[in-house]
């Protein structure tokens, strides 16, 4: 089966930022594949290089089998882009958006469908400026399939919403695929990007630090999970680190955070706060995720 996109040893530097640093990967027919990592990583520039909108320095880059710079034309008719800064005139109607939009393309599928699709059949007058966040960012996914593009782009798309319309939002991209499209899917959350993604490639200073399955990557880190606590008052945090089974030991807005692994790791981590003395609260813990394995190839924490 051929790959969607194909990437090879691509660099973009930016003056001295070498935003982009050495990076290859393969999207398949069909998944959702996830660029993550935090701000400032790379992604933006990696997928606005993807899609030719930005020329490389070095590497090559090929979409549906099209270089995307010298068939630039070419694959626009054949992909969808939501980007992150995308911005509409505050005048233009909702329905004047997609029409504009649809001129752009030789192969259109009719918005009216579109509109409904996504919830927007009732703003179909309304000016852009009057909308709110939510049907904002629905209306940049419309016009991103106004061209019934067999390549989606979506970069951070549920950044500034709340956590109800976050939620209905992955629903639409699981419906974007299921449409049988290629969703390429850009974001800093990692809770989404395990959430929706098939694969995906973890970026960080430009350069690709884990690439695999969510559960493969969560997999790698051997089982670990967390104990969190809330200590109010001394914690012995030397004698934790050397347990056996604890990796990192850290604190966290009044929390402290054991990471480790093994069948009496938390069991461990429990006695000796006991046998210490130590008053703690709220302990709870937590299975190991993306962060963890940001964490692991890191020794940062990408929420930061
Ligand atoms: P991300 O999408 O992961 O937040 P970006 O691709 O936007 O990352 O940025 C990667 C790096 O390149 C950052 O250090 C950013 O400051 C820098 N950068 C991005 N765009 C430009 C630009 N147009 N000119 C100069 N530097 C840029």
Redesign the pocket.
């Known amino acids: 089966m051929q790959s969607v996109i194909e990437v090879s040893n691509l660099r973009k530097r ?2 001295s ?1 070498l ?2 640093d050495d990076i290859s990967l393969t999207v398949q027919p069909g998944e959702i594949f996830g660029i993550l ?10 997928v ?1 290089t993807i899609v030719g909108l930005r020329q490389p320095d070095a590497g090559a880059v090929r979409v549906l089998g099209l270089d995307p710079q010298r068939e630039h034309n070419r694959l626009v008719q054949r992909i969808g882009i939501q980007l ?1 800064h995308a911005a509409l005139p505050d005048r233009l109607a909702v329905w004047e958006a997609l029409d504009l939009f649809a001129s752009f393309y030789v192969r259109t599928t009719p918005w009216q469908p579109l509109l409904e699709a996504w919830g927007l059949a009732e703003k179909r007058n309304t000016l852009f400026a009057n909308l709110s966040g939510g049907q904002k960012q629905r209306l940049f996914i419309a016009l991103a399939l106004v061209n019934d593009p067999e390549v989606v782009f979506l970069d951070e798309l549920t950044t500034g919403l709340d956590p109800q319309a976050r939620r209905a939002t992955w629903d639409l991209v699981q419906r974007i695929r299921s449409q049988g499209k290629t969703v390429v899917l ?1 974001t ?1 959350f990692m809770d989404e990007a395990q959430f929706l993604c098939d694969r995906l490639a973890i ?1 960080d200073a ?1 350069r690709v630090i884990a690439l695999d399955t969510p559960a493969n990557l969560v997999r790698g880190l051997d089982g670990g999970s967390r104990v969190i606590f809330a200590a109010n008052g001394a914690t012995p945090l030397q004698a934790l680190r050397a347990l056996p089974g604890v990796s990192q030991v850290e604190r966290s807005q009044g929390d402290v955070i054991v990471s480790g692994r093994g069948d009496t790791f938390v069991s461990d981590v429990v006695a000796l706060l006991a046998a210490s003395g130590s008053p703690f609260q709220n302990l709870r813990t937590e299975q190991a995720d993306l962060e963890d394995v940001f964490m692991a190839r890191t020794g940062r924490r990408l929420r930061d």
Do not use: F
């Open positions: 930016y003056g930022t935003a982009v990592g935090p701000n400032g990583a790379g992604k933006s520039t990696l606005e992150q850009v800093h970026i430009g």
